[in-house]
């Protein structure tokens, strides 16, 4: 079984910055691509960032893309989300979702972690 727990969501105001951290027990972490996704209110859940199982591959939405990073530490079963330069528009429940190196679906998700900006 895999479970996935975010955490390091808050309140910021606009142009500062939060770092998300999702730990990850079960299977071989190194095994699995890593994403992060993101619901803002009223909206449907949308891609933020992608990472391969080595840390060697990522994708971003166009609407992150040099604003956020993020990177994963396979030892410590973690992969992070730096967010800088955060907008008002940034303002979501972050979650942090898993796949089986192959697969093309996320099948394991975490909880959710808030994200608020202010202005």
């Known amino acids: 079984q895999v479970q996935l727990v975010e955490s390091g969501g808050g309140l910021v105001q606009a142009g500062g910055s939060l770092r998300l951290s999702c730990a990850r027990s079960?299977?071989?972490?190194?095994?699995?691509?890593m994403a992060w996704f993101r619901q803002r209110p009223g909206a449907e859940r949308e891609f933020v960032a992608r990472?391969?199982?080595?840390?060697?591959?990522?994708d971003y939405a166009d609407s992150v893309k040099g604003r956020f990073t993020i990177s994963r530490d396979n030892a410590a079963k973690t992969v992070y989300l730096q967010m800088n330069s955060l907008k008002p528009e940034d303002t979501a429940v972050y979650y942090c979702?898993?796949?089986?190196?192959?697969?093309?679906?996320?099948?394991?998700w975490g909880q959710g972690t808030q994200v608020t900006v202010s202005a």
């Open positions: 079960g299977r071989v972490f190194s095994s699995y691509d």
């Open positions: 990472i391969g199982w080595s840390g060697a591959s990522t």
């Open positions: 979702a898993a796949r089986a190196v192959g697969q093309n679906d996320y099948i394991y």
